[in-house]
């Protein structure tokens, strides 16, 4: 059988994935999410099974058939209201039957999913303002119902929305690769996509956005627990 063509082409192990981080020595920890992470989609041929496995099982035609193309770790989009962009862990570059699809994912253990929403926005800069409107504007939101929900799903969220517009892309997609055995921040979740009247299922693709300008699917997947040792 002819073997699959690596995911990562431009990578040469974990070690690159390393030199990527904010901080490589304080972020790159056994046991923590950058590690992990790196670890588990290094030794795949292509997707990892347990990501894999949402998409082969999933009805929706707009992501039928779905092959990625090439996989780039901590890919940074800018997004309005402030310098810094939002970071995420790893964006897969894919195609469905129906085009390309973007896939945003965000490695997790036991860290949170960053601050609240109402704590992020305490003493607020005009700018942190501005990116908060667009960030709802971009999810089809008229506004935040529950400002417990985390920040940082807001913004990984819109990373994918923004980047399939760059692309051209027919479906963006949020995802949420823990590695938890407790399934924390899962709460935190089940809480952001309740914002779409969706109730979240572990290992299940679901439509959150219908107002956005390009189709937006979530879904949190549990990786295998044998990477936390590497």
């Given at each position: 059988?002819?073997?699959?063509?690596?995911?990562?082409p431009?990578?040469?192990?974990?070690?690159?994935w390393?030199?990527?981080l904010t901080?490589?020595?304080k972020h790159?920890?056994?046991?923590?999410?950058a590690?992990?992470l790196?670890?588990c989609?290094?030794?795949?041929?292509?997707?990892?099974e347990?990501?894999a496995?949402?998409?082969?099982r999933?009805m929706?035609?707009l992501?039928?058939?779905?092959q990625?193309?090439?996989?780039i770790?901590e890919?940074?989009?800018?997004?309005?209201?402030?310098?810094?962009?939002?970071?995420?862990?790893?964006?897969i570059?894919?195609?469905?039957?129906a085009?390309?699809?973007?896939?945003?994912?965000?490695?997790?253990?036991s860290?949170?999913l960053?601050?609240?929403?109402?704590?992020?926005?305490?003493?607020?800069?005009e700018?942190?303002?501005?990116?908060?409107?667009?960030l709802?504007?971009?999810l089809?939101l008229?506004?935040l119902v529950?400002?417990?929900i985390?920040?940082?799903?807001?913004?990984?969220?819109?990373?994918?929305?923004?980047t399939?517009?760059?692309?051209r892309?027919v479906?963006?997609v949020?995802?949420?690769?823990?590695?938890?055995?407790?399934?924390?921040?899962?709460s935190?979740?089940?809480?952001?996509?309740s914002l779409?009247?969706?109730?979240?299922?572990?290992g299940s693709?679901q439509?959150?956005?219908?107002?956005?300008?390009i189709?937006l699917?979530?879904v949190w997947?549990?990786?295998?627990?044998?990477?936390?040792?590497c």
């Amino acid at each position: 059988m002819e073997k699959k063509s690596r995911l990562f082409p431009l990578t040469n192990g974990v070690k690159d994935w390393q030199a990527l981080l904010t901080d490589p020595d304080k972020h790159w920890r056994k046991g923590y999410s950058a590690r992990t992470l790196a670890y588990c989609w290094e030794s795949s041929e292509g997707l990892p099974e347990e990501v894999a496995q949402p998409f082969a099982r999933s009805m929706e035609p707009l992501l039928a058939d779905l092959q990625p193309v090439i996989g780039i770790p901590e890919f940074k989009v800018p997004l309005p209201g402030g310098k810094k962009s939002s970071q995420n862990d790893i964006f897969i570059l894919s195609r469905s039957l129906a085009g390309p699809v973007c896939i945003m994912v965000e490695g997790k253990v036991s860290e949170s999913l960053g601050p609240r929403v109402t704590d992020w926005l305490k003493n607020a800069s005009e700018g942190k303002r501005k990116r908060l409107e667009f960030l709802l504007n971009s999810l089809g939101l008229t506004a935040l119902v529950d400002d417990s929900i985390r920040y940082q799903l807001l913004h990984r969220a819109v990373s994918a929305l923004v980047t399939a517009e760059q692309f051209r892309a027919v479906a963006a997609v949020m995802m949420v690769h823990s590695f938890s055995r407790e399934l924390a921040g899962w709460s935190d979740y089940k809480r952001f996509v309740s914002l779409f009247d969706v109730e979240a299922v572990v290992g299940s693709l679901q439509r959150l956005s219908v107002m956005s300008k390009i189709p937006l699917f979530g879904v949190w997947v549990v990786g295998n627990p044998a990477f936390l040792e590497c």
